[in-house]
């Protein structure tokens, strides 16, 4: 048990967060003052943020012998802060610099954010500055994933048709208000929970509603979740296509059925190869699948032989996540430490990507954080070149007004003057969102400009 004293002040919290990328809650304890002499680790009298976690991470990795890749960063958006960086006028090389001296990364993610930059700048650049991303959220799923900390309920039928009216109301009012104040959209994205647990009717009346109340004339991307192969039926995916809906998410996690089970997916192998095909078929433009590395009891092989499958089902993009075990999932409550001791074998997945993905003619296109994933890596979206999500990466970098609608939606209305942030969130809880919908409505009127 290392002992540690951090002083009492704004940059205790961050400087906390770093501790824990070097060590396990159960390894340390913050001490007071009157401990201190007999800390191992001390940091008192700085003021300066960066100095200050270079100085504790010097500590630590003298104390651990470990040097995260991630360096002294424990924000959930490193490509925000190295596009700062650009914005600000330096090139490349002083970036890389700067990624290297001041936050200590290693040289393989500072050469990632660097090319995630220059990348993300070309995608970007003819967009109208004042558009917005659109977000509609179906809070419901047929059962639970185990790490699962979204709003995701598992209800019966009739539970949706007043939920959704609730939203449509939400959507008639942001088209409308949108036309009002001058703004257009430029990506409309239906998440969730799991938007295909919808009828394929109720699907359509949705997509269409969306469509007449917002103007489209600036819309460059319309993505649909599709996340459970379980959910996916030819008649939905008909109604995705004939909508013009152009992206879709068909979320495999695994192509293990053990580990579908030990996960809470009530899905087989086959129904995922099943859901490509069909949407294959039925000529969907992008296709995106979502796996995930670091899920209980997998090996890198079998992270390799998911893999393999998914590239030969030929989605368009890939997105490759890190297991992160937040507080509000199940897994925590089954496991504290979990991520903690997955940080070899997802070094190895993710090297096992890496290499399968860029073979196969995929490269990286956004990549986020979060709090408490496996090893403290990343999670990166991969596209073949031409198809990456412009929703995606304006939601990681924080550039852009996005207006959430649905149960657990949170608005984030963008001051570019300021480069600052105003969330404006709604109700998580379904039926309390059917309940205030005109509050919801009335705190989008004041917030969304
Ligand atoms: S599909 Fe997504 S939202 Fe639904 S339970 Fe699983 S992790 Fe949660």
């Not at 990632?112 to 809070?139: H, M, S, T, W």
């Not at 430490?337 to 997802?346: L, N, S, T, W």
Request: proline letters at 5%.
């Amino acid at each position: 048990m290392y002992n540690i004293y951090l002083e009492e002040n704004k940059l205790k919290y961050e400087l906390n967060e770093l501790v824990k990328m070097f060590l396990k809650p159960s390894e340390f304890q913050l001490v007071g003052p009157e401990a201190k002499a007999e800390a191992q680790v001390c940091v008192e009298g700085m003021d300066d943020k960066n100095e200050a976690k270079r100085f504790l991470f010097d500590q630590l990795s003298r104390l651990t012998g470990q040097t995260p890749d991630w360096g002294t960063l424990t924000g959930v958006r490193p490509v925000k802060l190295a596009m700062e960086q650009f914005r600000k006028g330096y090139d490349a090389d002083q970036v890389r610099r700067i990624l290297k001296e001041t936050y200590y990364l290693s040289d393989e993610k500072i050469e990632l954010l660097v090319n995630l930059c220059l990348l993300q700048r070309e995608i970007l650049k003819d967009c109208d500055p004042d558009a917005v991303g659109i977000y509609a959220g179906i809070p419901f799923c047929p059962t639970r994933c185990v790490y699962c900390s979204f709003t995701s309920n598992q209800v019966k039928y009739e539970k949706i048709p007043p939920y959704l009216r609730a939203l449509h109301k939400e959507i008639n009012f942001v088209g409308e208000h949108l036309r009002t104040i001058g703004r257009k959209a430029e990506s409309i994205y239906i998440g969730g929970g799991t938007p295909t647990t919808l009828t394929a009717e109720d699907l359509r009346e949705l997509i269409a509603r969306i469509q007449s109340a917002v103007d489209m004339s600036g819309v460059r991307e319309f993505t649909v979740e599709a996340g459970r192969p379980d959910t996916i039926t030819e008649e939905k995916l008909r109604v995705i296509r004939d909508s013009g809906v152009g992206r879709i998410s068909i979320n495999p996690q695994s192509m293990k059925q053990r580990t579908l089970d030990l996960i809470g997916r009530s899905h087989t192998p086959e129904e995922i190869r099943s859901a490509f095909r069909k949407a294959k078929e039925m000529r969907i433009p992008i296709i995106n699948a979502d796996l995930i590395t670091g899920l209980p009891e997998e090996n890198p092989e079998d992270f390799r032989h998911t893999l393999e499958e998914i590239i030969q089902l030929d989605p368009e993009n890939i997105t490759v996540h890190t297991l992160a075990v937040k507080r509000a999932s199940r897994l925590i409550e089954q496991d504290a430490d979990y991520h903690y001791r997955q940080g070899e074998v997802v070094r190895e997945m993710l090297f096992i990507a890496s290499k399968l993905l860029t073979e196969a003619g995929y490269h990286p296109y956004y990549l986020y954080r979060q709090k408490h994933m496996s090893g403290n890596f990343e999670n990166v979206g991969w596209s073949k070149p031409g198809t990456e999500s412009i929703y995606n990466i304006r939601i990681m970098e924080e550039d852009q007004t996005i207006v959430a609608m649905g149960a657990g939606g949170i608005s984030k209305m963008y001051y570019p003057e300021e480069n600052r942030l105003e969330r404006i969130p709604n109700v998580s809880n379904y039926e309390i969102y059917i309940d205030r919908i005109d509050e919801m409505i009335e705190r989008k009127r004041k917030g969304i400009e």
